[in-house]
């Protein structure tokens, strides 16, 4: 416990470090961006701060979680789960929403998706079962879906986690396809421009058989 | 001298900012080093895949005022490649790369035994002539053998009493005699204990015969023992199956 008396100024100093600490856990944002954006919101009408704050509050309380696809959704389904135009039969394996965003960009892919929520990473803890796997599996157990395409990113833990399901897949009747070499391996699929991206979905190569 | 140049295996890679990583290696002559990879996950950039987990790879970094950079990277073995492609390679291997880490746990200190022992390691995994998981134990008891908690697994490990004995201890360093048990103490049967001991001195011949049961209570203790005395539990361990 501190001895010194709670001053004004403490109590400032306190807040500004607070809103620089949260600003500094989200992704891509450092310290030194952090202080960048604090005091940039300081400097900012506080009307545009409400609105800022407004904005995060109402994404966070409206946007949820598709129980099909696991995609992001205003409402229990997505959109593109509740698209009667896409083709039932295929399915799309990503690893996040944004790279759902990444691969409609392209207009190649008219099926619908599944959204894992990251890739399987042992040294991060995360293992097959925090995965949505069971939810795939699920989703394939009618027979409807007659491919299911991996795209998982091209580094080594996408990679991997597509060797994983393409293994858990050989137990069901369903065509399983890789997205085509020509993605820079290495990289996130959401960096992936739109020829490229389009070109490695049209040149997909079956696994297995 | 501000520009290094070393041979290095990648152990992980943390995403940095928008499009940059910072690569963790465990390299040949400077042991555990950390750089940072400018614009790797761009698809523009030719060295990413040169900077994934598993890569043998002929780094040269440029000394910064914190972090190092990555300014040229070429590959000696892309064992990425063959270990990614097979789940059960991927697990044994990560947690291959999790326990040198760990074990390795100063930064810019030499460690050329752990390296050398991994890079032997992983392409003995990535050759797929043993299981992975015998491949994974063997790296284990050798990683910690080096790095001083060598175990023994024919004489005794408190009196030195001349073995085999069928009593294993992983706090007091593997078999213990009649004697010495301790309370609690796992009972292997003589034919584990050998396997446990061709697992230490990588005699192949002996390990890839044993039968599967065999295999599985030695992997059972070779857990306990890593477990035991790296002190914090490896994460990636309970997903190899
Ligand atoms: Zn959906």
Redesign the pocket.
Known sequence: MSTKPTTIKDVYEGAVQDLIDELGRLPGVGPKSAQRIAFHILDADPADVQRLATALVEAKARVRF?D????V?QAE??Q??ADPRRIDTVICVVEESKDVVAIERTREFRG??HVLGGAINPIDGIGPSDLRIRELMARLQDGVVQEVILATDPNVEGEATAAYLARMLTAIEVKITRLASGLPVGGDLEFADEVTLGRAFEGRTLIGS | MPVARDEAIVLRTNKLGEADRIVTMLTHRRGKTRAVAKGVRRTASRYGARLEPFMHIDVQTFQGRTLDTVTQVETIDALARPICDDYDLYTAGTTMLETASRIVAAEDEPAVQQYWLLLGGLKTLAGKAHTPRAVLDSYLLRSLAIAGYAPTFTECARCGAPGPHQAFSAPWGGAVCPQCRPPGAAAPSIEVMLLLAALLTGDWATVDQAIVRDQREASGLVAAFSQYHLERSLRSLPMVE
């Open positions: 598709c099909v696809c696991g995609n959704a389904t997505c593109i789960c619908k998706y």
